[in-house]
């Protein structure tokens, strides 16, 4: 049987693995990660309020601020002031925008596809459900 801290091991050294093919295929688009990732929550989820975004792609306030700053002055996207609530401000894709993540997600997409090619759907649904147990058990464990 497998001890906890060796599949720690080859579970770490494959997240590494695949993170260097993920930032390398990012890197490509000309963008940042975390510009990359504001750009593909608005692709898939349409326009969200910028404190939405900061959540789902684990950015700070002020790093968020910062990067609807630069996606704006790049003109990938543009803030428009939410009718009913003055205070609230949601990031929409600008057509340059869209057409940028577009091309850029495709692309990655396609790159990251090329790691799972080595499985077959039952392996991968497999491999879906044991990490989705591991990670939720261990987000629930109380550590003495």
Same mark, same amino acid.
């Given at each position: 049987? =497998?001890?906890?801290?060796?599949? /720690? #091991?080859?579970?770490?050294?494959?997240? &590494?693995?695949?993170? @260097?093919?993920? @930032?390398?295929?990012?890197?490509?688009?000309?963008?940042?990660?975390?510009?990359?990732?504001?750009?593909?929550?608005?692709?898939?989820?349409?326009?969200?309020?910028?404190? *939405?975004?900061? $959540? %789902?792609?684990? #950015?700070?306030?002020?790093?968020? *601020?910062?990067?609807?700053?630069?996606?704006? =002055?790049?003109?990938?996207?543009? @803030?428009? !002031?939410?009718?009913?609530?003055? /205070?609230?401000?949601?990031?929409?894709?600008? %057509? *340059?925008?869209? @057409?940028?993540?577009? $091309?850029?997600?495709? &692309?990655?997409? /396609?790159? +990251? =596809?090329?790691?799972?090619?080595? +499985?077959?759907?039952?392996?991968?649904? =497999?491999? #879906?459900?044991?990490? &989705?147990?591991?990670?939720?058990?261990? !987000?629930?464990? &109380? #550590?003495?």
């Amino acid at each position: 049987m =497998e001890t906890g801290a060796h599949i /720690r #091991l080859v579970l770490g050294r494959a997240a &590494k693995a695949i993170e @260097r093919i993920d @930032r390398g295929s990012i890197a490509g688009t000309g963008i940042t990660v975390s510009d990359f990732s504001i750009l593909e929550a608005l692709l898939h989820k349409g326009p969200l309020p910028i404190n *939405t975004i900061g $959540e %789902k792609v684990l #950015l700070t306030s002020g790093s968020m *601020t910062a990067a609807a700053n630069r996606l704006e =002055e790049k003109g990938l996207i543009k @803030r428009i !002031q939410d009718p009913s609530d003055g /205070r609230c401000f949601y990031l929409h894709l600008t %057509k *340059t925008g869209r @057409r940028l993540i577009k $091309e850029a997600f495709d &692309k990655h997409a /396609r790159n +990251l =596809e090329k790691i799972v090619d080595v +499985l077959t759907a039952e392996e991968r649904s =497999e491999l #879906l459900t044991l990490l &989705k147990k591991v990670g939720k058990h261990a !987000q629930n464990l &109380k #550590l003495k």
